[in-house]
C-alpha cells in the first residue's frame, strides 16, 4: 500500500522502491482496500530487501515494528524514519475485521506520505 500511495503522490519526484523483509505475494486484501480509493495496485509485487542496496537510497521508511526489529542495521548517514503501524496481514477475525483493518492502514499510512510533502 505504501508503495502505491508513493507513486502515486511522489513518484515525479523519487525513485520509488518497496521490500520488506520476506517477500509473500501481493495481498488480496490491500489490493481490494487500495482499488476502493483508485489506486491500482495490481501490478506491485512483494519484494525482499537487498541489504547491498540500502546506502542507496536517502530515506528508509519502516512500517512495522516487526520491520523495524528485523530490519538490516543501516549505516549511520541514512535518513530513516520509522511509522509504527499495525501489521492488518497478521490481523484476525471476520472479513469485515480485517478489511476494516486494511482501510485503517492504508489511510495512515496516506496521512504519513502526505506529512512528508
Known amino acids: ?11 515525479k519526484k523519487f525513485k520509488i522502491s518497496s521490500a520488506g523483509i520476506e517477500a509473500h505475494g501481493l495481498n488480496p ?9 483508485g489506486i491500482d495496485i495490481s501490478g506491485q509485487k512483494s519484494k525482499s530487501i537487498v541489504e547491498d542496496e ?8 519502516t512500517l512495522c515494528g516487526d520491520a523495524r526489529d528485523r530490519c538490516p542495521v543501516l549505516s549511520r548517514g541514512s535518513n ?3 511509522w509504527n503501524l499495525q501489521d492488518p496481514a497478521k490481523v484476525s477475525g ?4 480485517i478489511l476494516g483493518v486494511y482501510r485503517k492502514i492504508r489511510d ?3 496521512k504519513n506520505i502526505n506529512s512528508l510533502l
Open 54 to 61: 540500502l546506502s542507496s537510497y536517502d530515506l528508509v521508511i
Open 94 to 97: 471476520s472479513e469485515d475485521d
Open 1 to 11: 500500500m505504501a508503495e502505491g500511495f508513493s507513486k502515486v503522490k511522489l513518484n
Open 108 to 110: 495512515q499510512i496516506s
Open 80 to 82: 530513516h524514519m520509522h
Open 29 to 37: 486484501n490491500a489490493l481490494e482496500v487500495m482499488n476502493e480509493i
